[in-house]
Nanobody, 126 residues
Framework: QVQLVESGGGLVQAGGSLRLSCSAS????????VGWFRQAPGKEREFVTA????????GSADSVKGRFTISRDNAKNTVYLQMNSLKPEDTAVYYC???????????????????WGQGTQVTVSS
């Protein structure tokens, strides 16, 4: 069982930056592909970005390309989401998710993931 905990959310002005962390307890994240999703009030959960377990492949939604970067530090058992040039429309609860990795694959659909964190709120003011 992998237990995921997100941290780093908060309130930031438009144009600002935040770095979210996704830490695992109970098991190493090293063999897991990890994704970030977000859900705004009244909207469905949407894919943000993901990374393969080997960290050799990543993918991002068009809405965050060039602004958000996913990375992982296996020594710290943590995956990061660096968010720059934040916009009010980035306001949402951000979730990290994990699944057993396979080669260089990353996954963009929620149903591929077996483990989810509880989420962290990100609010971007205009």
């Amino acid at each position: 069982q992998v237990q995921l905990v997100e941290s780093g959310g908060g309130l930031v002005q438009a144009g600002g930056s935040l770095r979210l962390s996704c830490s695992a307890s109970g098991r190493t994240l090293n063999n897991y592909a990890v994704g970030w999703f977000r859900q705004a009030p009244g909207k469905e959960r949407e894919f943000v970005t993901a990374i393969s377990w080997r960290a050799d492949n990543t993918g991002s939604a068009d809405s965050v390309k060039g602004r958000f970067t996913i990375s992982r530090d296996n020594a710290k058992n943590t995956v990061y989401l660096q968010m720059n040039s934040l916009k009010p429309e980035d306001t949402a609860v951000y979730y990290c998710a994990a699944r057993t990795g396979s080669g260089s694959s990353y996954y963009t659909l929620p149903h591929f993931y077996a483990y989810w964190g509880q989420g962290t709120q990100v609010t971007v003011s205009s």
